[in-house]
């Protein structure tokens, strides 16, 4: 509105013919301009520029006014100008604009001062005038919109205070009412390890109400048990980890204890809020049902592969010898369909080697007997046993830790491994064969890294790749991805599910990482044990091996010895003649009876004759001679008589030689017989 005036009143002063005008109201053309660049952008501000740039846009209408003003006063009369209320009003709202008002306002006061006394103008009223019309009306415009400022300040906050509280109370109330909803029972922890939060479905899984477990830790609430109902230790404590670490957790072989003393199988998730120290989140369900019904599959699975694979494994035998010359003759076309069947009976094996293989993994059944192995050495063997398979379909499969031409001089890091080499072996080979099975052309490339304390084995293909929906599902039993590129290849969705559970009984996991159509690469990565560490294992691997040694050959030598002489009793025993004199007594352990039956003394006289046969009534009653005892021989002739002291000998000699021969059965008797003592004697 200013500057219309400014503009108006140049037209007024310079046109009319009818009106003697003052000269200190003549507007000049430098006003004129200035005046005219005020109104253009007060409409171009009011019009078109955004508000985001409204400050500065008034910034500089106020500067224009500013130079309007003193163009004003100094063309009209200085000090005297009746255009100096104008430049109170500048002054009055310099404080609006902060910096750039006040010290535009000071320069150009410090100017007209100095200018008038150039002109030699400065008296006591033009420094008056200079005072009152500039410091005054910014002191005063300061202090008005300084109050201003912080009223509609302390009006803002008020108004985002409410605003904020209206907003938190709106995201509390769904937020609550979405916890609510779940299904799944959810607790909140703080990190002292107190619930400052449950769900109605943890009250209905755990038995507590949600103000009596409000404020109380989480371990009276949550009474979690191993698979052997022993309590978890902090180490094993998937929420305690959480807290400690600030890492999602997840277990699903846990058991909860109830308030009522039930036990629920769970599966738990602990997720941690914000930064370390601010808590956690567990989310858990009841999996009782499920794995009730996982284990009877289970089950099932094991007891069918089981009965089926010894008929396949007859079949493939059979359709064996009928493949081989020497056994049988087919002409060619019946050998096409019986390599067919022999590779389709082959296939059928495997299968239920692989489900026995899983249902063993999943019971805990699976044996894991480690030993030290340069993992490097043992994925290139690996590799070289499947390079024809590759070759065979045109594809290049690449060993990088020993590049090719140079296995021999290559030195490539050792990576050393304490772990079962059967599991390892499956692991890298199931990968390596899926990456030639999936990659119509290009290359294979294997690679071994790894840290201080882990190994990673990396299986990197240009195959066909995985889609992004189907990644997260990758490892999970049976699960195969279904698209155009791999209906035609076979598979039964176990292998990468077996590979994931043998890496976790190793202590490792697996992983992978795909784009569509530009292949995949498989990651293993398995605990690492120093070279100190290494050897030290192997020097106990090697003396126990030695012991187990030992101990067979020390076995085997006791075993010939005890053949070598019961071979040379048996000689003896043949080669001397029938004497029909008491022989010695059988040993006690040919006595066997039903346990618990007492012999009576009927029955022990059979016993008796069984062990000490009777002698012959004709040598009984010879007469006794009265010559000098002699020694008896080892071979009596047949139908001599003996004296009564040649006869006690020979008892003897025989009693003796039978206890020898029975040593070695002596040594056990079976706890169920009872010999009677008429008969031990």
Not at 11 to 21: D, E, G, I, L, R
Not at 259 to 271: A, P, Q
Not at 330 to 339: E, G, K, P, Q, S
Not at 465 to 482: A, C, N, S, T, W
Request: include cysteine.
């Amino acid at each position: 509105m200013l500057s219309f005036a400014i503009i108006a009143l140049y037209f007024w002063t310079s046109y009319s013919v009818t009106t003697t005008v003052d000269r200190s109201f003549i507007v000049g053309i430098p006003a004129l301009i200035i005046a005219s660049l005020t109104a253009i952008t007060c409409l171009a501000a009011y019009l078109i520029i955004p508000k985001k740039r409204i400050f500065l846009i008034d910034t500089i209408i106020y500067l224009l006014i500013m130079a309007l003003t003193i163009d004003m006063i100094i063309t009209t009369g200085g000090a005297s100008s009746p255009f100096i209320a104008m430049w109170m009003l500048v002054g009055l709202f310099a404080a609006i604009f902060s910096l750039w008002g006040l010290l535009p306002v000071l320069l150009g006061a410090s100017t007209f001062a100095a200018v008038q006394f150039i002109n030699g103008n400065f008296k006591t009223e033009t420094i008056v005038i200079t005072v009152f019309s500039t410091l005054v009306p910014m002191a005063a415009g300061a202090l008005i919109w300084r109050s201003k400022s912080e009223k509609d300040e302390i009006n803002n906050d008020n108004k985002a205070f409410r605003n904020l509280a209206n907003e938190l109370s709106e995201v509390a109330n769904k937020s609550e009412a979405v916890i609510n909803a779940i299904g799944d029972g959810v607790v909140a922890i703080d990190n002292q390890g107190v619930i400052q939060l449950i769900n109605p479905a943890a009250q209905i899984i755990i038995g507590w109400g949600k103000q009596d477990a409000m404020t109380l830790n989480y371990k009276s609430v949550l009474k979690l048990v191993d698979q052997k109902d022993e309590a978890l230790d902090p180490a094993s404590d998937p929420i305690q980890q959480a807290l400690n670490v600030n890492q999602q957790i997840r277990t699903n072989n846990l058991t909860l204890m109830t308030k009522s003393g039930k036990k629920v199988m769970i599966s738990l998730v602990v997720s941690p809020v914000n930064e370390l120290g601010s808590g956690v989140i567990a989310v858990f369900h009841d999996v009782t049902k499920e794995k009730a019904e996982e284990r009877e599959q289970a089950e099932f699975i094991s007891t069918a592969s089981h009965e089926m694979r010894t008929p396949v494994a007859s079949i493939e035998g059979y359709l064996g010898l009928a493949l081989n010359p020497q056994t049988a003759s087919v002409d060619n076309r019946a050998r096409d369909f019986i390599l067919k069947a022999h590779g389709s009976a082959q296939h059928l094996g495997s299968l239920f080697q692989d489900l026995l293989d899983v249902s063993k993994a999943d019971d805990g059944r699976i044996a894991n007997n480690p030993k030290v192995v340069d993992i490097v050495k043992f994925v290139q063997e690996i590799t070289e046993g499947l390079e024809q398979k590759a070759i065979a379909k045109g594809l290049k499969l690449i060993f990088k830790p020993v590049p090719e031409g140079t296995r021999e001089k290559h030195i490539a890091p050792v990576y050393s491994v304490n772990l079962d080499n059967d599991h390892v072996r499956e692991i890298v080979d199931n990968l390596i064969e899926n990456a030639i099975k999936y990659t119509p052309t290009g290359e294979i490339v294997v690679d071994i890294n790894g840290d201080d304390d882990h190994v990673v084995i990396s299986i990197k293909d240009s195959g066909i790749g995985i889609p992004v929906e189907d990644m997260p599902h990758l490892f999970q039993k049976f699960y195969r991805v279904d698209d155009k590129n791999t209906r035609e290849i076979g598979g039964t969705g176990l292998g990468l599910y077996l590979c994931r559970r043998l890496a976790e009984i190793m202590g490792g996991r697996i992983w992978a990482e795909s784009i569509y159509t530009s292949g995949s690469t498989f990651y293993v990565e398995l605990p690492r044990i120093s070279s100190k560490d290494a050897a030290l294992l192997a020097e106990q691997e090697a003396f126990k091996a030695q012991q187990e040694a030992n101990q067979l050959a020390q076995m085997i030598a006791n075993q010939k010895q005890q053949e070598a002489f019961i071979q040379s009793q048996t000689a003896i025993q043949q080669s001397a003649p029938i004497v029909n004199y008491p022989a010695a007594p059988q040993p006690m352990q040919t006595v066997v009876r039903p346990q618990g039956i007492n012999l009576t003394p009927q029955q022990t006289n059979p016993v008796m004759q069984q062990m000490v046969p009777a002698v012959p009534r004709q040598v009984i009653n010879q007469p006794v001679q009265t010559q000098p005892a002699v020694r008896p021989a080892t071979t009596v002739p047949r139908g001599q008589s003996l004296t009564p002291e040649q006869i006690t000998a020979y008892v003897a000699r025989q009693r003796a030689l039978a206890m020898q021969q029975a040593a070695p059965q002596l040594a056990v008797r079976p706890q169920s017989v009872n010999v009677p003592a008429r008969v031990l004697r």
